[in-house]
């Protein structure tokens, strides 16, 4: 079955150290996101990618980075600078993007904590 | 820009009651509408989504939602709720980025917490 792979599932790590977030796709999707949980905020978006070798800044992007080298795979660095790197992180793709009525396809999540 | 709001943070159903879980949103024109469920540590699951057409749409694990359009609202209803109906519900609006929509085409609610009581 197709579907959106993200791993590790839990990640710990120390402040000031960088940490990549996995995602995988095999829906053969052009789009991919990534979401920011915290606790009655939502999701806000990060990062997305409408096409491989190409990303766009989303509402919250500072402190990330990401890149998109093939289609299938959207990884996200949770750089030192950023200030409150503890959430739950959702990677989602679409069909497309900008057109509104693609439905989201989400991963499992990976939960981030630094101490 | 399109906007959602879900008004009620957590709801408590007692299982085999009815359910209907509020959205309202804000958008100029016909908006694409969802509604996700989220169990506690998992990601997204679509329920259902409403493009044109009928206005009562009809989703997976028994749920529906009505579209309407003097209300501007999405409400999601099911007849009878079960214990592992227990998630968080998100509502989300879809417009093209060229009317004003987000980088992603949908804009999320906050959210509505089901709990329910046995």
């Known amino acids: 079955d197709g579907g959106i792979t993200q791993s590790p599932k839990y990640l710990f790590r120390k402040e000031g150290q960088n940490v990549t977030l996995s995602c995988e796709q095999n829906l053969n999707h052009d789009a991919m996101y990534w979401y920011r949980q915290d606790p009655g905020q939502g999701l806000r978006l990060i990062y997305y990618s409408q096409i491989v070798n190409d990303f766009q800044k989303g509402d919250i992007a500072e402190g990330y980075s990401v890149s998109r080298e093939k289609k299938e795979s959207f990884p996200l660095t949770v750089t030192s600078a950023q200030k409150n790197p503890t959430a739950f992180y959702l990677c989602a793709s679409s069909k497309r993007t900008g057109d509104g009525n693609s439905p989201l396809h989400f991963g499992n999540g990976t939960r981030l904590t630094v101490t | 820009a399109q906007s959602v709001t879900q008004p009620d943070i957590h709801i408590t159903v007692s299982e085999g009651a009815s359910l209907e879980l509020r959205c309202n949103y804000s958008?100029?024109?016909?908006?694409?509408l969802f509604w996700y469920v989220q169990s506690p540590g998992q990601g997204l699951q679509l329920l259902l989504k409403y493009f044109s057409g009928d206005t009562l749409v009809q989703g997976i694990k028994g749920f529906e939602a009505e579209f309407k359009r003097s209300q501007s609202s999405f409400n999601l209803r099911k007849p009878s709720v079960h214990w592992s109906d227990a998630a968080e519900y998100f509502c989300?609006?879809?417009?093209?980025?060229?009317?004003?929509?987000?980088?992603?085409?949908?804009?999320f609610g906050k959210g509505t917490h089901l709990i329910i009581q046995p």
């Open positions: 958008y100029g024109a016909t908006p694409y």
């Open positions: 989300a609006v879809g417009a093209p980025m060229y009317s004003g929509g987000g980088a992603d085409g949908l804009t």
